[in-house]
């Protein structure tokens, strides 16, 4: 929980660098400025990202990284606080899904009387391409949490451009992207082979110490496997502990994988 809270805040913390182009990709428009994200209510209560668009409508964007079936009456509350708070404007409303597994949530409420929808997108719909083309550098670490189809191609580039920024700067782009790259534990060892082969102005101590680092690397690892215990197993008709032993896997992780299959 306290990880995917992190992960969460280095998300919403990009994202309020209004990329451009991820923007313009979600809504067909530029946002012209960021808003006070906080809404009128008895607490404190505060939406993931909230600006008004260049045609004067208000776009609501909710980041979820797991399936929430009561997602719809969240966003029905946060639409009544939103319109309170800007009682003039249009407002657009967008759950953008950042999780790894598949896709499960409902983009409406239907009630008697009650009708309401938003608009429900995946973001590993968007083309990975598009925002790397980007002359945003935030755009570029979003990317990742695309359907990354060259994952070298990828992450070649955007160490390259890291590379130019100043120490400091590059630092904390880094540290948002091993966050990023959390919730992408495939790509964690193709970035480690792009890294290596980068300078050691590239801040390799920051990146190998980054808690996440590691942990990312043996999910990363374990994720290359799965086809490999499916093939034992069907090939060889071997047992998960001798899978687990061949393969040097937890069997709890060959057990999970063959459930599944």
Known sequence: MQENRKLDITLRDIIQEI?????????????????????????????????????????????????????????????????????????????????????????????????????????????????????????????????????????????TELLKLPERERRDYIKKLLNLLSYRPKLMLEFKKEEEKMPLTLDRETIENHPLFKEGIEKGKLETKREDILNLYNELNLEPEKIAKILKVPLDFVKEVLNKK
Do not use: W
């Open 19 to 159: 990329p451009p182009k991820f923007i313009q990709i979600l809504t067909g428009k530029s946002a012209t400025k960021l808003l006070d994200t906080s809404l009128p209510e008895v607490k404190d209560r505060r939406v993931d990202f909230l600006v008004e668009l260049e045609d004067g409508k208000i776009f609501h964007l909710e980041l979820q990284t797991n399936n929430d079936k009561n997602m719809p009456f969240r966003m029905l509350e946060y639409y009544t606080l939103i319109s309170r708070k800007y009682p003039s404007k249009e407002i657009i409303q967008m759950v953008l899904y950042v999780g790894e597994k598949p896709l499960n949530m409902q983009n409406k409420l239907e009630k008697k009387n009650l009708k309401f929808n938003y608009i429900l997108k995946d973001i590993k719909q968007i083309k990975c391409e598009e925002l790397l083309n980007s002359e945003d550098l935030t755009d570029k670490i979003l990317a990742v949490l695309c359907d990354v189809k060259e994952p070298s191609k990828y992450f070649g580039h955007l160490l």
